[in-house]
């Protein structure tokens, strides 16, 4: 119904989804290259492209991610926007966000 929102990669937590990623990874014929990222870490530490048919090994506290080759840019910048949430509760789902965000763009 709205193919310009269709953007989100097919993402893994290792360990658990290794089987998942292995499966999914031979089924696409080994054609994606995949952006592998620690969970503990920040500033861009320990990010890694992986190569289409590179060796990834079942490796605990990483998430995986298909690259995205064609990402949406704003005057021709890669971006992310971050927004601020708190959950106070689950059952029922009630959800505070923060009027204010942030939006960084890479140069």
């Known amino acids: 119904m709205f193919p310009d929102y269709n953007f989100c990669p097919k993402t893994y937590l290792f360990p658990d989804?290794?089987?998942k990623f292995v499966m999914d990874r031979e089924q696409d014929n080994y054609k994606h290259m995949y952006i592998m990222?620690?969970?503990?870490?920040?500033?861009?530490?320990?990010?890694?492209v992986i190569g289409a048919k590179q060796e990834v090994k079942r490796k605990a506290g990483v998430l995986l991610s298909q690259y995205v080759s064609n990402p949406h840019l704003i005057d021709g910048l890669k971006y992310d926007l971050r927004i601020y949430v708190c959950?106070?509760?689950?059952?029922p789902l009630k959800i505070y966000?923060?009027?204010?965000?942030?939006?960084?763009?890479?140069?």
């Open 37 to 48: 990222k620690p969970n503990a870490a920040s500033c861009g530490r320990g990010i890694k």
């Open 97 to 107: 966000l923060f009027k204010e965000g942030l939006a960084r763009f890479a140069t």
């Open 87 to 91: 959950v106070t509760s689950f059952d």
């Open 17 to 19: 989804d290794y089987r």
